[in-house]
């Protein structure tokens, strides 16, 4: 295996001044005298969560309902028929036009061509050790409400509002708290509407975790559930915590916006943010390698027989 100081990490963004959002917070519309502008308007998550609580024959439905309102007040004029089909006829004309590179396709900006991953800077910001150079904590947190009415559901929103105070304290120091980063997700396994919503959260180790769970930010909505639990069981709330020592994690960005560990960012001595995403050494291209893993010989062979039938990416 190669030394560490023979691996030369190339970080894909230059230092921060201010300090970015995290990924949750940017898309909550989270604003900071001295952060960077996040989304203005409704929250992303939001957005999704409302896309999500209809059926795709109910979506149709509304649309249906409404068109027949605006033909019962206005008639069924020409103009009643032909806006929708022409807007609909642009956003085809639109697709049409990204897919024959005429007009740039939003989906791919902010996207890292080729391969990145994780490496953790040192405190003086330069790159150094081998790879899954740190322990890491991963908290994974979801909501569903499995009321009729689904996110419109009792409770829903109160407890989606405790959540946001949590992530929101953990921001205004994240340096001091531990806090590395949160994206958000929806289960896409489970049903087809109303689906779960997964929040995961990476910190520097599980106290930080725990220190939030103990703090009064914290002990506020825990109150509120437990005494609400009669009021609230068509609410599901999980928690995963996992414990990740130095060399028990890798990650591989292909073609990739920031995502994931990707978005975490973290504080240097000299008061600027980096983000951890260098671009993948020729050294570490295999997964054993960026876990700093000793390949058995049959581990070996089957890499070796791997990397002969999928060529070198590099």
Same mark, same amino acid.
């Given at each position: 295996?190669?030394?560490?100081?023979?691996?030369?990490y190339k970080?894909?963004?230059?230092?921060?001044?201010?300090?970015?959002?995290?990924?949750?917070?940017?898309?909550s519309?989270?604003?900071a005298?001295?952060r960077?502008?996040s989304?203005?308007?409704?929250?992303?998550?939001?957005l999704?969560?409302?896309?999500?609580n209809?059926?795709?024959t109910?979506?149709l439905?509304?649309?249906?309902?409404?068109q027949?309102?605006?033909?019962?007040?206005?008639g069924?004029?020409?103009?009643?028929?032909?806006?929708?089909v022409?807007?609909?006829?642009?956003r085809?004309?639109?697709?049409?036009?990204?897919?024959?590179?005429?007009?740039?396709?939003p989906?791919?900006?902010?996207?890292?061509?080729g391969r990145?991953?994780?490496h953790?800077?040192?405190d003086?910001?330069?790159h150094?050790?081998?790879?899954s150079?740190?322990?890491l904590?991963?908290l994974?947190?979801?909501?569903?409400? @499995?009321?009729? /009415?689904?996110? +419109?559901?009792?409770?829903?929103?109160?407890?989606?509002? !405790?959540?946001?105070?949590?992530?929101? %304290?953990?921001?205004?120091?994240?340096?001091?708290?531990?806090f590395?980063?949160m994206?958000?997700?929806l289960n896409?396994?489970?049903?087809?509407t109303n689906?779960?919503?997964l929040?995961?959260?990476?910190?520097?180790?599980?106290?930080d975790i725990?220190a939030l769970?103990?703090?009064?930010?914290?002990?506020a909505?825990?109150k509120?559930? @437990?005494?609400? /639990?009669?009021? +609230?069981?068509?609410?599901?709330?999980t928690?995963?915590i !996992?414990s990740?020592?130095?060399g028990g %994690?890798?990650?591989?960005?292909?073609n990739?916006?920031?995502t994931?560990?990707?978005?975490?960012?973290v504080?240097?001595?000299?008061g600027?943010?980096?983000?951890?995403?260098?671009?993948?050494?020729?050294?570490?291209g295999?997964?054993s390698?960026?876990?700093?893993?000793n390949?058995?010989?049959?581990?070996?062979?089957?890499?070796q027989e791997?990397?002969?039938?999928?060529g070198?990416?590099?």
């Amino acid at each position: 295996m190669m030394e560490k100081d023979e691996i030369q990490y190339k970080p894909v963004f230059e230092p921060f001044a201010s300090q970015p959002w995290s990924q949750y917070a940017h898309g909550s519309g989270n604003s900071a005298p001295g952060r960077p502008k996040s989304v203005a308007g409704m929250p992303r998550i939001a957005l999704a969560l409302l896309r999500d609580n209809f059926t795709i024959t109910t979506w149709l439905l509304m649309g249906a309902s409404l068109q027949c309102a605006v033909v019962a007040i206005f008639g069924a004029s020409l103009w009643v028929v032909a806006l929708p089909v022409g807007v609909l006829a642009l956003r085809v004309l639109r697709a049409l036009l990204q897919t024959a590179g005429a007009l740039p396709n939003p989906q791919m900006e902010g996207v890292i061509r080729g391969r990145t991953m994780c490496h953790f800077p040192d405190d003086d910001g330069v790159h150094r050790e081998g790879p899954s150079n740190r322990p890491l904590a991963v908290l994974l947190i979801s909501a569903k409400c @499995n009321h009729p /009415l689904g996110m +419109l559901g009792p409770g829903f929103r109160e407890a989606g509002d !405790f959540f946001k105070q949590c992530v929101d %304290w953990l921001e205004e120091d994240s340096h001091a708290r531990g806090f590395l980063g949160m994206t958000q997700w929806l289960n896409a396994a489970d049903r087809t509407t109303n689906n779960e919503l997964l929040s995961i959260g990476y910190f520097r180790s599980v106290e930080d975790i725990h220190a939030l769970a103990h703090h009064a930010v914290h002990r506020a909505p825990w109150k509120w559930w @437990n005494e609400s /639990l009669k009021e +609230l069981d068509h609410i599901t709330l999980t928690h995963e915590i !996992f414990s990740v020592e130095a060399g028990g %994690w890798e990650n591989i960005f292909l073609n990739s916006k920031p995502t994931q560990l990707g978005t975490a960012v973290v504080k240097g001595n000299d008061g600027q943010w980096r983000s951890p995403l260098v671009y993948i050494p020729r050294s570490l291209g295999s997964s054993s390698k960026r876990m700093r893993r000793n390949q058995t010989e049959a581990e070996a062979r089957r890499q070796q027989e791997t990397d002969a039938i999928t060529g070198d990416a590099y």
